[in-house]
């Protein structure tokens, strides 16, 4: 997605070469008018995977997923790594480890907004090594419903979660594939590489 890739060589900050730094649009300050246009492409590529319901992670996950919700006309669920004074019971849940806070969470959802006859689409912000999406999708094997794919805003092509997930049978679209970040310098998967790993 070209506009996506213009604003990440635009704004995004290269901290190493494995982390990429993008709050100024998309997991801190959120720029509505790319979310839209991201929400539009998601909702393009699944437009006939018959989709009931979109899943993401808190927090940055969600605009994108709104966004998509939007274009779709299906709820949103995220799931919460917080527990809830209201969230306690018929939950759903998995463990996700965080590489880059270096932390473990539990994530949950509660069982009545994930039913055993939705087809869900995964959404989240970035694909690593790929454990937010793991998680999500245990959870949705375990609601019983139906994996329809992974809507990925950014991958880091160069680190292993996509290529384990695909390798699951799992179809993962992302909108901008990363293949290097060395030497402060964001460098894209090409166009080819990107259709033989979609």
Do not use: C, W
Not at 20 to 30: E, G, I, R, W
């Amino acid at each position: 997605m070209e506009r996506l890739k213009a604003k990440i060589e635009a704004e995004g900050k290269v901290l190493s070469s494995s982390v990429l730094k993008v709050d100024s649009f998309l997991n801190h300050q959120v720029d509505p008018h790319l979310m839209m246009d991201i929400g539009k492409e998601f909702a393009s590529r699944f437009k006939d995977a018959g989709i009931t319901k979109i899943l993401t992670i808190e927090s940055s996950g969600i605009a994108p997923s709104v966004m998509t919700g939007l274009h779709l006309n299906v709820p949103v669920v995220f799931a919460r790594k917080k527990k809830s004074l209201t969230l306690t019971e018929d939950l759903i849940t998995s463990s996700v480890y965080s590489f880059t806070k270096q932390e473990t969470n539990e994530i949950s959802v509660s069982k009545k907004f994930l039913q055993n006859n939705d087809t869900v689409l995964i959404i989240d912000d970035f694909l690593a090594n790929g454990q937010a999406a793991e998680g999500l999708v245990e959870i949705v094997k375990k609601a019983n419903a139906v994996v329809a794919g992974v809507g990925i805003v950014i991958e880091k092509g160069f680190q292993d979660g996509g290529k384990l997930l695909r390798e699951s049978g799992i179809r993962i679209e992302s909108l901008a594939i990363i293949e290097s970040l060395d030497n402060g310098e964001v460098t894209f998967r090409n166009k080819e590489l990107e259709e033989v790993t979609r």
